[in-house]
């Protein structure tokens, strides 16, 4: 089994669209029964008293139009420390998710952590939907990175 983490800020745009682009991409491919995809946040703003924020109104929409199935259950979830042992890939958005990942998680010694575009011909940071409101713009990214990602395991 492949365990794989996406993580950004807060995990209601950016990663949870990740974690459902990627679940469609194996799935597609016949090979959902390999892995084990979820996504988490680096900070606790989305999360108040045990319960998650659910995705954002407009990732959802992004996602739909799309045709990308997703969990409306789906809550934000805070990374921990713990997590390091449990996953293979921690996969961050941008280069602050990447900082505060090495943080929460202890450091990187088995080299788990990653950006999702550093899997592309680009390169470069996944577009934050939450502060230039273009979410096709980060959705075309995140597809772009989970399609190279997945073509790597």
């Given at each position: 089994m492949i365990n794989i983490c996406f993580v950004c800020l807060g995990n209601i745009c950016r990663?949870?669209?990740a974690e459902f682009v990627m679940k469609d991409i194996v799935k597609?491919?016949?090979r959902q029964g390999e892995f084990s995809i979820c996504s988490k946040a680096?900070?606790?703003?989305?999360i108040w008293?045990?319960?998650g924020a659910p995705i954002y109104g407009n990732a959802q929409r992004?996602?739909?139009q799309h045709?990308?199935?997703f969990d409306t259950r789906k809550e934000a979830t805070l990374l921990k420390k713990s997590d390091y042992e449990h996953f293979d890939y921690f996969i961050g958005m941008d280069n602050d998710n990447l900082y505060y990942m090495k943080k929460i998680l202890g450091g990187d010694p088995q080299h788990k952590i990653h950006a999702l575009m550093e899997f592309t011909a680009q390169?470069?940071?996944v577009a934050d939907p939450w502060y230039t409101r273009n979410f096709e713009?980060?959705?075309e990214d995140i597809l772009a990175g989970c399609t190279a990602f997945y073509h790597t395991l």
């Open positions: 990663s949870p669209m597609t491919a016949g680096t900070h606790s703003d989305n008293n045990g319960s992004c996602l739909a045709g990308i199935p390169g470069g940071e713009r980060a959705y």
